[in-house]
């Protein structure tokens, strides 16, 4: 890895089981926060900006392309884990899905994607990126499922993803630089 990486996680989202998951707006609060993240001093150089093309990251990280004068790249691949029928779920099961994921990294059941899929898929959108630009300074806003996979993994600390993912807030953010965690996700 030649850029710096700055990842951070989609602000709050109003879940809307009326709209499909990645169509989610974001909350009263997470339109706060979204306008918060574009005067956060670290991000005032950034050189690129991408997101999923989840309404949820597009949204998070649009105050900051707007101020800044920016395009957002959208790329498909850094999505949140397919969720099949994660909107029809109620929370209690959805935890349970997560969990079970979590425990066997090839499990998928309802359409859900195995852990080791969504990260392999995630893992070659943020190499792909990283060979496509030189010495740049990149912010990339996907979701914390995802996230905390790829953080985990580049830590060896595939063995505690519930706690990290737990841990994870919508204002945390992490950076890599030349392929080595300069800033966590979680604290």
Not at 52 to 66: F, G, H, Q, R, V
Not at 134 to 147: A, D, E, R, Y
């Amino acid at each position: 890895m030649n850029n710096e990486l700055i990842f951070i996680r989609h602000a709050e989202t109003k879940v809307d089981k009326n709209i499909s998951i990645p169509e989610w707006d974001l909350t009263e609060d997470g339109y706060v926060h979204a306008n918060d993240i574009k005067d956060i001093p670290e991000f005032q150089d950034v050189d690129i900006l991408i997101s999923s093309t989840e309404n949820k990251s597009y949204l998070t990280i649009k105050p900051l392309a707007d101020k800044l004068g920016k395009e957002i790249i959208k790329i498909e691949e850094l999505g949140e884990v397919v969720r099949g029928d994660g909107e029809t779920l109620s929370l209690e099961e959805y935890n349970k899905m997560k969990k079970k994921l979590f425990e066997d990294f090839d499990f998928s059941k309802n359409g859900w994607e195995s852990v080791n899929h969504a990260l392999n898929r995630y893992s070659k959108a943020v190499k792909k990126i990283d060979e496509e630009y030189n010495h740049k300074k990149i912010l990339i806003c996907t979701h914390g499922t995802v996230m905390t996979l790829y953080f985990a993994k580049l830590q060896d600390k595939m063995n505690d993803l519930m706690n990290r993912r737990k841990t994870m807030d919508e204002e945390d953010w992490g950076i890599i630089k030349n392929g080595k965690i300069i800033k966590d996700i979680v604290k």
